[in-house]
């Protein structure tokens, strides 16, 4: 059976395509990222990011079915990004993504990106044992998914403020280390001693939602008030991390006991960050079940963890129609 | 040739050729236009029974108009290109308005609103019932575009705006770009992009404030 998913991603800043069979078999999987696009306005330019789209989709869904060895007309479906995310950037991998499922006469899906971060857990491990608890943290979204089954969740909790990603760059700004400031947060975190700027752990009460604009605030009051420069940037950096990721990591813990969840994952951008896998496998260590900590390149936004999304949805729902629009807003729905 | 129209509040798609439209299925207004081009693509090929892979080369409108929309119109008109190995032309909105004028016996101004108090407009002569730009495509205050047509000579104004100064109401379609594009040369996809020909906010703000660039998402 013919079981090839085109994906396609342009959510964000990300222009990505990719080959996928059987939701689980990445035949291809490009990205060109438009961070340096960006990078001097300090955060993602929604015009900018719909405009530079655009231009890179045609040539990277190219290098994707090239790369795959495969032609349009072979594909079992093509799946893309209907939301949530920028509005302008989702419609023109909506409307280039209906147009090739159109010409080709070949099935065509709208996939939930949240759903995607959560396939891309499943992409390195089909066999994965569920119920799994996700931890699903990036620039744009922070929450605890409970995944019973495929495509069934249920979402815990989230952030209250600041997802987790957007509370690394800000503090990356403030301590001057330009955008995005999340992966060099994190490598200046681990030269530094967390002890010496410890940071209050927000929100360690008994649900499981997140808040993080205070720690955000705290590290901004503390730089600002070390007029003598006392404190080494390596310190706050590496103060900060831990408040966040101990916050994230204890109520993950609790989100596994109290369902009883087989696995502990993580998903989204943030998953790449190295004190947070780390303490996500030895948390998964203690609580004895399994843990999955996706490939780099799956933890940032993509267009395999589309397709494998994609290859799912059509067999639970079959294809959709082509009057769809893209939702800037979507929610995960929850079974 | 098919031909995509989303410039404007209008969103259309019709087939034909040289010797004229087949079918054309157009909505103002009405749903957006991600949602209503792909399923008016495939309603016009049934309706005049040609199948996609029949189709020679796809128009698509490169504006200048509202920015979402074009993207919107270029990208459903990329992958069709692409999914049919085809050649596109690109047909400017202020041309197509200017060449549903081209028998009013005078110079041509199409214009478009650009909101912010500004229009899109350029400038036609026509020789032998085919229009010729005399102004390129540009972004700029009514007062500036009016105080430029005070000279000597009538011309006819057409588009979506300027009523108040005469205007003829307008708006790009789809018909008339597959009309204009069957005398047009098909290009590679990849030498058709959108005529924003205004940048984005953030680079605005970035140039107005010298040494430092714009912050969003504080
Ligand atoms: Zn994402």
Known sequence: MNDLVLGVETSCDETAAAVVAGGTTVLSSVVSSQIDLHARFGGVVPELAGRAHLVTLGPVVDDALAQAGVVGRDLAAVSVTMGPGLIGALL???????????????????????????????????????????????????????????????????????????????????????????????????????????????????????????????????????????????????????????????????????????????????????????????????????????????????????????????????????????????????? | MLGIESATARAGVAIGTADGVVASAEVTRGPRHAEILVPAVKFVCEQAGIALDQVDAIAVDIGPGLFTGLRVGIATANGLAQALSLPMIGVSSLDLLAHGMRHAGNDIVAVIDARRSEVYAARYGVTDQQIKRVMDPTVLLPAELLAQLDGPGDVVIVGDTLADHGAFFALPSAAMLVELAAIGNPVDPSAIAPLYLRKSDAELNADRQPGGAAREGD
């Open chain 1, 92 to 335: 023109v991998g909506l409307s280039h993504a209906k147009a090739l499922a159109l010409a080709w006469a070949v099935p065509f899906v709208g996939v939930n990106h949240l759903e995607g971060h959560l396939y891309a857990c499943l992409l390195e491990r089909p066999d994965l044992p569920l119920p799994a608890i996700v931890l699903l943290v990036s620039g744009g979204h922070t929450m605890l998914v409970h995944v019973k089954a495929h495509g069934e969740y249920a979402i815990l909790g989230g952030t209250i403020d600041d997802a987790a990603g957007e509370a690394y760059d800000k503090v990356a700004r403030v301590l001057g280390l330009g955008y995005p400031g999340g992966p060099v947060l994190d490598k200046l975190a681990q030269t530094g001693n967390a002890k010496n700027a410890p940071m209050p752990k927000a929100m360690r009460d008994a649900s499981f939602n997140f808040s993080f604009s205070g720690i955000k605030t705290a590290v901004a009051r503390r730089v600002a008030a070390d007029t003598s420069n006392e404190l080494a940037p390596a310190d706050v950096a590496a103060g900060f991390q831990k408040a966040v990721v101990d916050i994230l990591v204890e109520k993950a813990k609790r989100a596994v006991i109290e369902t009883g969840a087989n696995a502990l994952c993580l998903a989204g951008g943030v998953a790449a960050n190295s004190r947070l896998r780390a303490s996500t496998e030895q948390a998964a260590d203690e609580l004895g079940v399994e843990c999955l900590l996706p490939a780099f390149k799956y933890c940032t936004d993509n267009a395999a963890m589309i397709a494998a999304a994609g290859w799912w949805r059509l067999q639970s729902d079959g294809p959709s129609p082509l009057d769809i629009g893209a939702s800037p807003n979507l929610r995960l729905a929850v079974g």
